[in-house]
């Protein structure tokens, strides 16, 4: 999980092979990227530049672009 709390946003990841991107304010998903066919096992991210790195058992890396909720890069 990263936690940002001046812009009061997170990300987790899942065994479903999602990332949710969460609102603390109000303890509620904002929005969920979908791509690994695998657990995600590890993520990180950056609020201010609404960038996400995400590592799977699917041996892949994932650039995500948080606003948009898509993966630009694999």
Same mark, same amino acid.
């Given at each position: 999980?990263?936690?940002d709390?001046?812009?009061?946003r997170?990300l987790s990841s899942?065994? !479903? ?11 509620e998903?904002?929005?969920r *990227?979908e791509?690994?066919s695998? %657990?995600v096992c590890c993520? !990180?991210a950056d ?5 996400a ?6 041996h892949? *890396?994932k650039?995500?672009d948080? %606003?948009c909720a898509?993966?630009?890069?694999t």
């Open positions: 999980m990263a936690a709390f001046v812009s009061q997170a899942s065994h !479903a092979g999602t990332l949710t991107l969460w609102d603390l304010n109000h303890a998903c904002v929005r *990227l791509g690994h695998g %657990d993520v !990180a609020f201010v530049s609404q960038r790195l995400s590592g799977s058992v699917d892949k *890396l650039l995500w948080l %606003d898509v993966c630009v890069d």
